[in-house]
Protein backbone atom coordinates (compact mmCIF):
# COMPACT_ATOMS: atom_id res chain seq x y z
CA UNK A 1 0.00 0.00 0.00
CA UNK A 2 1.18 3.77 -0.11
CA UNK A 3 3.14 5.25 2.09
CA UNK A 4 3.27 8.82 3.87
CA UNK A 5 3.85 11.40 1.46
CA UNK A 6 4.87 14.52 1.58
CA UNK A 7 5.00 17.91 -0.79
CA UNK A 8 6.88 19.60 -1.74
CA UNK A 9 9.53 17.74 -1.75
CA UNK A 10 12.21 20.77 -1.68
CA UNK A 11 11.18 24.24 -1.25
CA UNK A 12 13.21 27.51 -1.36
CA UNK A 13 12.35 30.41 0.22
CA UNK A 14 12.92 34.05 0.84
CA UNK A 15 13.56 34.93 4.16
CA UNK A 16 9.98 36.79 5.67
CA UNK A 17 8.00 34.33 3.30
CA UNK A 18 5.23 32.46 4.83
CA UNK A 19 5.78 28.47 3.63
CA UNK A 20 3.29 25.65 3.62
CA UNK A 21 4.49 21.81 4.10
CA UNK A 22 2.32 18.95 3.26
CA UNK A 23 1.46 15.37 4.71
CA UNK A 24 -0.60 12.78 3.48
CA UNK A 25 -0.36 9.92 6.21
CA UNK A 26 -1.17 6.18 5.18
CA UNK A 27 -5.06 5.55 4.49
CA UNK A 28 -6.55 4.73 8.28
CA UNK A 29 -3.55 6.02 10.20
CA UNK A 30 -5.16 8.37 13.55
CA UNK A 31 -1.75 9.62 14.58
CA UNK A 32 -0.19 12.12 12.71
CA UNK A 33 3.58 13.51 14.00
CA UNK A 34 5.61 16.05 12.18
CA UNK A 35 9.63 16.48 13.21
CA UNK A 36 12.75 18.46 12.23
CA UNK A 37 15.84 17.40 11.06
CA UNK A 38 18.54 19.91 11.07
CA UNK A 39 21.81 19.05 8.89
CA UNK A 40 23.67 16.23 10.23
CA UNK A 41 21.57 16.09 13.37
CA UNK A 42 18.81 14.38 15.26
CA UNK A 43 15.16 14.79 14.58
CA UNK A 44 12.94 17.15 16.97
CA UNK A 45 9.53 16.35 17.28
CA UNK A 46 7.42 19.41 16.47
CA UNK A 47 3.39 18.67 16.92
CA UNK A 48 1.24 15.52 17.72
CA UNK A 49 -2.45 14.86 16.13
CA UNK A 50 -4.11 12.24 17.62
CA UNK A 51 -8.04 11.95 15.89
CA UNK A 52 -10.32 14.36 17.26
CA UNK A 53 -8.41 15.26 20.46
CA UNK A 54 -6.82 18.58 20.80
CA UNK A 55 -2.77 18.40 19.26
CA UNK A 56 0.19 18.42 20.84
CA UNK A 57 1.66 21.65 19.85
CA UNK A 58 4.65 21.37 22.89
CA UNK A 59 7.43 20.87 20.21
CA UNK A 60 6.88 24.06 18.09
CA UNK A 61 9.94 26.18 18.57
CA UNK A 62 7.73 29.79 18.22
CA UNK A 63 4.54 30.93 17.14
CA UNK A 64 5.65 31.36 13.44
CA UNK A 65 5.13 27.42 13.13
CA UNK A 66 1.08 26.47 13.30
CA UNK A 67 -0.11 22.81 11.92
CA UNK A 68 -3.39 21.68 11.09
CA UNK A 69 -5.10 18.51 10.28
CA UNK A 70 -8.37 17.49 8.61
CA UNK A 71 -9.88 15.01 10.29
CA UNK A 72 -7.55 11.87 10.01
CA UNK A 73 -6.20 12.69 6.68
CA UNK A 74 -4.32 15.56 5.34
CA UNK A 75 -1.95 17.83 7.39
CA UNK A 76 -0.60 21.13 6.62
CA UNK A 77 2.56 22.75 8.60
CA UNK A 78 2.45 26.10 7.96
CA UNK A 79 5.60 28.63 8.61
CA UNK A 80 5.29 32.23 8.87
CA UNK A 81 7.89 35.02 7.91
CA UNK A 82 10.74 32.35 7.78
CA UNK A 83 14.19 32.74 9.01
CA UNK A 84 17.34 31.26 7.89
CA UNK A 85 17.53 28.68 11.09
CA UNK A 86 14.11 27.29 9.69
CA UNK A 87 16.28 25.85 6.95
CA UNK A 88 15.77 22.00 7.70
CA UNK A 89 13.85 18.93 6.27
CA UNK A 90 10.59 18.47 7.67
CA UNK A 91 9.21 15.02 7.96
CA UNK A 92 6.14 13.47 8.59
CA UNK A 93 5.20 10.28 10.19
CA UNK A 94 1.49 8.48 10.65
CA UNK A 95 0.34 5.59 12.70
CA UNK A 96 -2.39 2.97 13.41
CA UNK A 97 -4.64 3.49 16.42
CA UNK A 98 -3.53 0.00 17.60
CA UNK A 99 0.12 0.04 17.12
CA UNK A 100 0.72 4.06 17.82
CA UNK A 101 4.45 3.25 18.74
CA UNK A 102 5.39 2.06 14.95
CA UNK A 103 5.80 5.22 13.37
CA UNK A 104 6.38 5.34 9.86
CA UNK A 105 7.53 8.33 7.92
CA UNK A 106 7.67 9.85 4.71
CA UNK A 107 10.34 11.30 2.46
CA UNK A 108 10.34 14.66 4.09
CA UNK A 109 10.65 18.31 3.05
CA UNK A 110 13.88 19.94 2.53
CA UNK A 111 13.24 23.67 3.00
CA UNK A 112 16.16 26.12 2.61
CA UNK A 113 15.55 29.69 3.60
CA UNK A 114 17.62 32.07 1.71
CA UNK B 1 18.28 18.61 27.54
CA UNK B 2 19.34 15.77 25.34
CA UNK B 3 17.41 13.04 26.84
CA UNK B 4 19.31 10.16 24.38
CA UNK B 5 22.87 10.50 23.48
CA UNK B 6 24.37 7.93 21.41
CA UNK B 7 27.93 7.32 20.14
CA UNK B 8 29.59 7.13 17.97
CA UNK B 9 29.18 9.69 15.30
CA UNK B 10 30.69 8.02 12.93
CA UNK B 11 31.42 4.20 12.07
CA UNK B 12 33.63 2.63 9.90
CA UNK B 13 33.39 -1.60 9.56
CA UNK B 14 34.52 -4.07 7.15
CA UNK B 15 32.13 -5.75 5.20
CA UNK B 16 31.23 -9.13 7.48
CA UNK B 17 32.56 -7.88 10.71
CA UNK B 18 30.14 -6.26 13.52
CA UNK B 19 28.57 -2.87 13.65
CA UNK B 20 27.49 -1.71 17.13
CA UNK B 21 25.76 1.64 18.11
CA UNK B 22 25.41 2.45 21.56
CA UNK B 23 22.47 4.78 23.56
CA UNK B 24 21.90 6.20 26.62
CA UNK B 25 18.99 7.59 27.91
CA UNK B 26 17.98 9.40 30.75
CA UNK B 27 14.04 9.15 31.66
CA UNK B 28 13.45 6.00 33.20
CA UNK B 29 9.48 6.48 31.58
CA UNK B 30 10.34 5.49 28.26
CA UNK B 31 8.53 2.70 27.14
CA UNK B 32 9.69 1.64 23.78
CA UNK B 33 12.82 2.04 21.63
CA UNK B 34 13.31 1.46 18.68
CA UNK B 35 16.24 2.12 15.59
CA UNK B 36 15.52 3.56 12.82
CA UNK B 37 17.61 3.34 9.57
CA UNK B 38 18.21 6.58 7.35
CA UNK B 39 19.71 6.32 3.58
CA UNK B 40 20.12 9.77 1.65
CA UNK B 41 17.24 12.01 0.96
CA UNK B 42 15.22 9.25 2.49
CA UNK B 43 12.58 9.33 5.55
CA UNK B 44 13.77 7.18 8.51
CA UNK B 45 12.42 3.58 8.16
CA UNK B 46 11.95 1.72 11.04
CA UNK B 47 14.44 -1.08 11.70
CA UNK B 48 13.95 -2.89 14.74
CA UNK B 49 12.41 -2.13 18.77
CA UNK B 50 12.68 -3.67 22.07
CA UNK B 51 10.34 -2.91 25.14
CA UNK B 52 12.35 -2.61 28.45
CA UNK B 53 10.55 -5.86 29.35
CA UNK B 54 13.40 -7.89 27.48
CA UNK B 55 16.94 -7.62 27.34
CA UNK B 56 17.12 -8.80 23.79
CA UNK B 57 15.76 -8.86 20.75
CA UNK B 58 16.92 -10.56 17.56
CA UNK B 59 15.75 -10.27 14.09
CA UNK B 60 17.69 -11.72 11.32
CA UNK B 61 21.33 -9.89 11.17
CA UNK B 62 19.83 -6.71 13.82
CA UNK B 63 20.03 -7.25 17.50
CA UNK B 64 18.75 -5.21 20.00
CA UNK B 65 20.40 -5.47 23.45
CA UNK B 66 18.64 -4.01 26.31
CA UNK B 67 20.64 -2.75 29.99
CA UNK B 68 17.33 -1.46 31.89
CA UNK B 69 19.46 -0.86 35.45
CA UNK B 70 22.41 1.07 32.97
CA UNK B 71 19.65 2.81 31.35
CA UNK B 72 21.38 1.50 28.07
CA UNK B 73 20.94 0.24 24.48
CA UNK B 74 22.77 -1.06 21.87
CA UNK B 75 22.17 -1.78 18.02
CA UNK B 76 24.02 -4.22 16.30
CA UNK B 77 24.58 -5.45 13.02
CA UNK B 78 26.15 -9.20 12.03
CA UNK B 79 28.13 -9.69 8.99
CA UNK B 80 27.89 -6.03 8.42
CA UNK B 81 27.04 -5.75 4.33
CA UNK B 82 27.93 -2.51 1.95
CA UNK B 83 24.36 -1.97 1.86
CA UNK B 84 23.96 -1.02 5.36
CA UNK B 85 25.64 2.31 4.80
CA UNK B 86 23.33 4.43 6.35
CA UNK B 87 22.58 6.68 9.36
CA UNK B 88 20.89 4.88 12.60
CA UNK B 89 19.41 6.42 14.96
CA UNK B 90 18.04 5.39 18.07
CA UNK B 91 14.97 6.60 19.62
CA UNK B 92 12.55 6.44 22.81
CA UNK B 93 8.97 7.27 23.35
CA UNK B 94 6.35 6.67 26.33
CA UNK B 95 2.78 6.49 25.47
CA UNK B 96 1.75 9.04 28.43
CA UNK B 97 3.35 11.51 25.48
CA UNK B 98 1.50 10.23 22.80
CA UNK B 99 4.40 8.23 21.80
CA UNK B 100 6.40 10.80 20.47
CA UNK B 101 9.87 9.93 19.46
CA UNK B 102 13.09 11.17 21.51
CA UNK B 103 15.79 10.36 18.84
CA UNK B 104 19.49 10.39 19.49
CA UNK B 105 21.94 12.35 17.08
CA UNK B 106 22.64 9.70 14.70
CA UNK B 107 25.28 7.18 13.54
CA UNK B 108 27.12 7.35 9.94
CA UNK B 109 27.38 3.81 9.40
CA UNK B 110 30.42 2.76 6.13
CA UNK B 111 30.52 -0.86 5.60
CA UNK B 112 33.78 -1.20 3.58
CA UNK B 113 33.76 -4.07 0.82
Known amino acids: GAGVSQSPSNKVTEKGKDVELRCDPI?????LYWYRQRLGQGLEFLIY????????KSGLPSDRFSAERTGESVSTLTIQRTQQEDSAVYLC????????????FGPGTRLTVT | QQQVKQSPQSLIVQKGGISIINCAYE??????FPWYQQFPGKGPALLIA?????SEKKEGRFTISFNKSAKQFSLHIMDSQPGDSATYFC????????????FGEGTQLTVNP
Open chain 1, 93 to 104: ASSSRNRRYEQY
Open chain 1, 27 to 31: SGHTA
Open chain 1, 49 to 56: FQGNSAPD
Open chain 2, 27 to 32: NTAFDY
Open chain 2, 50 to 54: IRPDV
Open chain 2, 91 to 102: AASMRTSGSRLT
